[in-house]
């Protein structure tokens, strides 16, 4: 059964920084899409960012984009989200997700996410 | 963007019996080229993570009861419970994959009447 272990949440002053990560088993990694998806506290789902396959095609929600760069490293099995400048809106769950390969594209990663991690909470106060 | 709307806010249904949920895009999710609909279904219990539930629209993924079913095309779209079971308490989202950026619905709870 494929895993997806979220960590590097955390506290953190407006402005600051934190990188998260996502471990992941079960599946062969390197040949699904991957993406990140937040849920504020109480509220609903908003998509973050995704990255194809090869790390070829990224995509940024316009509200963290600039600041918060996706990447993965297939060699470990492992996706990962730097964040800049955070802000209290960002305070959310930031959950890691797996979607189906093949639909990744110059011009948007066409993603459903068939598989979850449990989040990681990112919380942005002074 | 495409805006994805469901109603209603939250919805109480009676052990056994029907529940539908409603979700309609602002834009068509269809696609021609391959004839599908870009539109997907989850489900979040409380306290728990989403779990997907329908992609395409209507296609159930593996191990999902066939009590729950998708339909629609186009802009207009529906999640069904055939007969509400208790574990079925939970928030159900749509999310469309046409464009980016991929955008949710603002959920439907569901509980027990």
């Known amino acids: 059964e494929e895993q997806l272990v979220e960590s590097g949440g955390g506290l953190v002053k407006p402005g600051g920084s934190l990188r998260l990560s996502c471990a992941t088993s079960?599946?062969?990694?390197?040949?699904?899409?991957m993406n990140w998806v937040r849920q504020a506290p109480g509220k609903g789902l908003e998509w973050v960012s995704s990255?194809?396959?090869?790390?070829?095609?990224?995509y940024y929600a316009d509200s963290v984009k600039g600041r918060f760069t996706i990447s993965r490293d297939n060699a470990r099995s492992s996706l990962y989200l730097q964040m800049n400048s955070l802000r209290a809106e960002d305070t959310a769950l930031y959950f890691c997700?797996?979607?189906?390969?093949?639909?990744?594209?110059?011009?948007?990663?066409?993603?459903?996410?068939?598989?979850w991690g449990q989040g990681t909470l990112v919380t942005v106060s002074s | 963007d495409i805006v994805m709307t469901q109603s209603p806010d939250s919805l109480a249904v009676s052990l056994g019996e029907r529940a539908t949920i409603n979700c309609k895009s602002s834009?068509?999710?269809?696609?021609?080229?391959?004839?599908?609909?870009?539109l997907a279904w989850y489900q979040q219990k409380p306290g728990q993570v989403p779990k997907l539930l329908i992609y395409?629209?209507?296609t159930r993924e593996p191990g999902v009861p066939d009590r729950f079913s998708g339909s629609g095309s186009g802009t207009d779209f529906t999640l069904t419970i055939s007969s509400l079971q208790a574990e079925d308490v939970a928030v159900y989202y749509c999310?469309?994959?046409?464009?980016?950026?991929?955008?949710f619905g603002g959920g439907t709870k569901v509980e027990i009447k």
């Open positions: 990255i194809s396959i090869s790390s070829s095609y990224i």
């Open positions: 834009q068509s999710v269809f696609y021609r080229s391959d004839n599908k609909d870009y």
């Open positions: 079960g599946f062969t990694f390197s040949s699904y899409n």
């Open positions: 997700t797996r979607s189906p390969p093949g639909y990744c594209t110059s011009t948007s990663c066409r993603n459903w996410f068939d598989s």
């Open positions: 395409w629209a209507s």
């Open positions: 999310q469309q994959y046409y464009s980016s950026p991929l955008t």
